[in-house]
């Protein structure tokens, strides 16, 4: 995992507040993916943004996160994943979206 600036591990939500810029480091963490894939509000944007200034923890969290997308793209780039994948993937997120719900 990931240590916060403030010392704390982002996903330990129990009693310390792990705040910065107004957005609490495991939040920030579980946001990173939509930051990187632009698919997150402009208020949003802006919160994870001044947290990751604010916070070095999770600002190195968010560097690796991107190289990791960033490898990806190189790698996997015009390939397609085979059908037999998607559809287990598919029935994953499905049961991930039943369960939270």
């Known amino acids: 995992m990931t240590e916060c600036s403030c010392g ?7 009693g310390a ?3 910065h810029a107004g957005a609490d480091c495991a939040e920030v963490i579980a946001e990173v993916w939509t ?3 632009g698919e997150c509000t402009a208020e949003t944007r802006e919160k994870l943004r ?3 200034e604010a916070c070095p923890g ?3 969290h ?3 996160e991107e190289r990791i997308k960033s490898l990806i793209a190189r790698k996997c780039s015009g390939e397609k ?18 369960i939270r719900g």
């Open 50 to 52: 001044r947290h990751l």
């Open 17 to 19: 507040d792990h705040s």
């Open 58 to 60: 999770c600002f190195r």
């Open 35 to 37: 930051l990187l894939d």
């Open 81 to 98: 994943a085979p059908d037999s994948l998607r559809e287990r993937l598919r029935l994953e997120i499905s049961r991930t979206i039943i």
């Open 62 to 64: 968010y560097g690796i």
């Open 8 to 14: 704390g591990d982002p996903a330990d939500r129990a």
